[in-house]
């Protein structure tokens, strides 16, 4: 038997055990803190919701559900944010490079079933999955160190057999592999994961989403509190480990389940107090219809009853939690009628709350299959059919990670769609086979609807106020109504404003409420609203995504295509302005607050949401001393460009000073000083030439030594032996500060128009005249601030720009400890890094990206692996962060410098666009709109306009 640490005290577990189960079993159920100190531990039991996160022998954000604990372990508690840095992760081996004909994703009942017909079919399949045994959630198999003497039941038996068959068919099985990177191309499929014993890079001619659901919590007050698990985290526990979290223990959710776990826990010894089901299970109809489709399963359902009958375990029908009590940890839960009066309270010290399932639908997104959102439920389904082909050819999703089906119904998807991919790749099929699994998913189906009947119940209503929505960043309701009453209409602006979605489950369970919430106040989303689909789909330790890459020149250029948008919604209250602002970024917000500031009757157009292209994609740096490639051989002239554009940054520093203590706003603005880094005598012969060039431009920047730099930043690698030391650099927000100054623009009279595409300009008299979908805008003046998508705007004029876009990618880490206190960057590498409010680590750089066919840019892996090798390579303890995920933004690639001013042969319109980021962009919004309504520019700012380019 197994003993390891927690907290310093030695503890037991059985052989097999996972961290969690070890803890539940001796009545642990804190494993750390959130930011604000609230306690956190076991929720979803299968590495969904990473609120089990504990330290383990120094290696941050381990999942306490998913590893299994080994002789003289040392696990911690671990904090939000604090605590010692993290010891970087052994980079793995190199990935194992797979080419196969199928590829299925998910080892549980559909997964396997696909692979052994597969496999008879002669095809090449390689399975992957997360757990570290097949089997998936309904199959789990019992641990080697399985408590108590309960005989295993039908369904153990299912599955051990069932995994038998997979593992005889010659399938390639991975396990303990999290896949996080899924993209459909000319050629087939490339996948990619990570384990702690290596990754695997695999290429298929098709692929088979076997990925299953995760369950959906009830939102109530108290839901995040420690001692309240998913009703399927308890089923782990008891199932496989055969542990019994302390009791007593209070059941409460709507389904089957919640009656099985009740009996699976008094079988093992548990106390459970009783089991509250929303359904009145009161439909005899539908008892009738499932017991002609499985009576086995009838038969199994009944038995829990009587169990519980036996057992004197009250099952409360037409009741559900509405309150977690407790401080600290839950001691109970107030429960009320559903859709009725009254209300009781029950003590209990662990509760199993669930409220159905949604389909994990992440990879299946990032492969560009199409769903739906309902505004009902908030439930985002993949696309299919009832075999499980999706619209993208060679790629099907089988059981439950297309729409909540059952496993039997799993099981039988998972055969269809294996023989559709036969059928697909030229084999043939056995039509036995094939009409078999048909009649088998029928009947599945109709025990389905059966079971929906039985169990039915109301929607549960919105949550309170108070109630915690976003369990990662502890975003209440009263934050997320607040946000949609100011006018934010799509989950996006919400995450932008709040934080909603942006924590370590990426969004799993916070996005269908946050739909609801929507659809209440009168914006229901259609698809392409939702967060878009990023790399890597699941957190992956920064150190096991390092590769290094060769470094480059230049920016990959790409031609900006539009998004899919929601369809034109209802005509410009006032199509009329003296001046017309095309783009709602950060150039174009300011100019807008600035021309309203002087009484400028000002309209800005975007075609999207304000702040939500390349400005609220950015990383937000506040630069004042060149970056790498912008100065020497690898810049643009060797530099010049970007030096003469030097002063305007630090006068534009000033100014976002100047608009926070003016707005009154917190744009999260740190002059923190920045650090570039050398670590040889050339990179420092590098730095020399650069901080004497600055100089000569009004920058203080100096070479120092090792020692200071370790004083600035004690993680910093020992590779390092100088830097360039600038302390006029510094961070902002621009998830606060854009949407500070589009407040501050408004409430001076400026108009804002979202979701309004510009697609015409003409002259018209002493003015122009602006198409959009949404009807006819006429201008005095138009300012034209549309960031990579300006050259687009220009055209419509008949004029050409040299404004090019070039997406760019950014990375963000879990929140840590102070690690990166100023933004640091490399002598001769592609880097910045910058550590937020929050605890997270923005890490960027200029890597490229790609523009998908839908508009949307792309992260390329090589882009994020090289991205994370040099940050690790520098700060060597981020390594032991995870990536939550990244983003590419439509960067602006002119010539290295900014362009401002008049649009030559257009008498009153005037161009601005930035070529460093976000730091120019007030100071160029106000400088356009000078330009655009008096028809003259400072001095220095004649170097900037399109008179370089004649």
């Known amino acids: 038997m197994p003993t390891f640490l927690w907290n310093g005290e030695p503890m037991a577990a059985a052989p097999g055990d996972s961290v969690a189960a070890a803890l539940a079993a001796a009545g642990v159920s804190g494993l750390g803190a959130r930011r604000s100190g609230a306690g956190r531990g076991v929720f979803c039991g299968m590495g969904v919701c990473h609120d089990c996160l504990v330290t383990i022998d120094g290696i941050r954000s381990r999942r306490a559900c998913m590893t299994e604990v080994t002789e003289g372990m040392d696990a911690v508690a671990q904090p939000a944010l604090g605590g010692a840095p993290p010891r970087a992760t052994r980079t793995p081996p190199a990935p194992r490079v797979l080419a196969v004909d199928l590829a299925i994703v998910g080892a549980g009942p559909a997964g396997l079933n696909a692979a052994i017909l597969a496999r008879a079919g002669g095809l090449s399949v390689a399975v992957l999955d997360e757990r570290g045994e097949t089997g998936g959630q309904y199959f789990k198999p019992r641990s080697t160190g399985f408590r108590g003497v309960v005989p295993p039941d039908g369904q153990h ?34 996948l ?19 990925t299953g659901a995760a369950e959906r919590p009830a939102i109530v007050p108290g839901w995040t509190l420690p001692g309240v698990l998913t009703i399927g985290a308890g089923q782990t526990l008891v199932r496989r480990y055969g542990a019994v979290p302390p009791g007593p223990v209070l059941i409460a959710g709507n389904g089957p389940l919640g009656l099985q776990l009740a009996v699976e826990l008094i079988r093992a010894g548990g106390e459970v107090v009783a089991v509250a089901e929303r359904g009145r299970m009161r439909a005899p109809g539908a008892l009738a219809r499932m017991l002609a489709s499985d009576p086995g399963l009838v038969r199994d359902g009944l038995g829990y009853r009587a169990a519980l009958l036996r057992a004197g375990v009250p099952v409360l029908t037409g009741w559900e939690v509405d309150h977690v009590l407790g401080d600290g940890r839950a001691t109970g839960a107030r429960l009320r009628r559903v859709g009725g009066a009254g209300t009781r309270k029950i003590a209990a010290r662990t509760l199993c709350l669930g409220d159905g399932f949604a389909p994990q639908a992440e990879l299946a997104r990032l492969l560009g299959v199409p769903v739906s959102a309902d505004p009902g439920t908030g439930l985002v389904v993949p696309e299919r059919d009832g075999d499980g082909a999706t619209p993208v050819p060679g790629l099907w999703i089988a059981g439950d990670a297309g729409g909540l089906g059952g496993a039997a119904l799993a099981e039988a998807q998972g055969r269809l769609a294996a023989a559709r991919v036969l059928a697909h790749l030229g084999v043939p099929v056995p039509s036995r086979a094939t009409a078999t699994a048909r009649a088998a998913a029928r009947r599945a189906r109709a025990f389905q609807r059966g079971l929906r009947g039985l169990f039915a119940a109301p929607l549960r209503a919105l949550p309170e106020d108070d109630t915690i929505v976003c369990r990662c960043e ?31 489950c990426q969004g799993r369970y916070c996005t269908a409420m946050a739909l609801r919430m929507l659809a209440e106040a009168g914006a229901p989303q259609p698809p392409e609203a939702l967060f878009a689909p990023q790399i890597p789909a699941r957190p992956v330790p920064l150190g096991h995504l390092a590769r290094e890459k060769p470094e480059w020149g230049g920016h990959r250029e790409s031609a900006p295509s539009a998004r899919p948008a929601r369809p034109p919604v209802a005509p410009i209250a006032r199509p009329e ?3 017309v602002v095309i783009g709602g970024g950060v150039t174009g917000i300011s100019a807008a607050l600035f021309a309203a500031r002087q009484g400028v009757d000002v309209l800005c157009l975007d075609r999207g949401r304000v702040n939500g292209e390349a400005s ?27 030096l003469r554009t030097l002063p305007l940054q630090k006068e534009s520093i000033a100014l976002w000073r100047d608009l926070q203590a003016e707005t009154g706003a917190d744009f999260e603005m740190r002059v923190t000083g920045g650090l570039m880094v050398a670590e040889t005598e050339a990179q420092i012969a590098f730095l020399e030439g650069k901080c004497a060039a600055e100089a000569r431009m009004g920058i203080a920047s100096e070479v120092i030594g090792a020692d200071r730099i370790r004083q600035i930043v004690p993680a910093i690698s020992d590779r390092v032996v100088a830097g360039a030391w600038c302390a006029g650099e510094g961070k902002i927000n621009p998830l606060a500060a854009t949407q500070a100054l589009a407040r501050a623009a408004m409430a001076q009279g400026a108009r804002l128009e979202e979701q309004t595409d510009v697609t015409g300009i003409a002259a018209e008299g002493d003015g122009y005249v602006i198409d959009t979908p949404r009807g006819r805008v006429r201008a ?65 750089g200029a890597w490229p990206a790609v523009t998908g066919p839908s508009g949307q840019p792309l992260v390329l892996p090589e882009s994020l692996e090289g991205n994370a090798w040099v940050a690790a390579h520098t700060v060597p303890a981020l390594g032991g962060l995870s990536v939550l995920r990244s983003w590419a933004a439509m960067n602006i690639d002119i010539d290295g410098a900014p362009l401002i001013g008049p649009l030559p042969g257009h008498p009153g319109v005037t161009v601005a666009a930035t070529a460093n980021g976000y730091t120019l962009g007030p100071l160029m919004g106000r400088e356009a709109v000078t330009i655009a309504m008096t028809g003259r520019a400072r001095q220095d700012l004649g170097a900037f306009s399109m008179d370089r380019f004649q």
């Open 157 to 190: 038996r299912r599955g051990t057999g069932l995994r038998r068959r997979a593992a005889d068919s010659g399938a390639e099985i991975l396990t303990g592999q999290t896949v996080w990177y899924a993209r459909a191309g000319d050629n087939g499929f490339a």
């Open 780 to 844: 005095r003046r138009v300012l034209i601030a549309a960031g990579g998508w300006s050259a687009r705007i220009a055209r419509l004029l008949g004029a050409e720009i040299p404004v090019r876009g070039a997406p760019l990618q950014m990375v963000v880490t879990e929140p840590g400890p102070p690690l990166v206190p100023c933004l640091i960057a490399h002598a001769d590498r592609h880097l910045t890094m910058k550590q937020t409010d929050a605890g997270t680590v923005l890490i960027g």
């Open 616 to 642: 609220g994609g950015n990383a937000g740096s506040l630069h004042l001393q060149l970056l790498s490639w912008d100065f020497g051989a690898k810049a643009v002239a060797g530099g010049s460009p970007q």
């Open 474 to 504: 502890e975003v209440d309701a009263a934050t997320l109504r607040g946000a949609i009453a100011s006018g934010l209409r799509d989950p996006g602006a919400l995450k932008r404003a709040t934080r909603l979605g942006m924590g370590l």
């Open 577 to 579: 302005a003296e001046l």
């Open 192 to 210: 990619r994961s990570d384990g702690a014993a290596g990754g695997a890079q695999v290429t298929a001619r098709a692929v088979i989403l076997a």
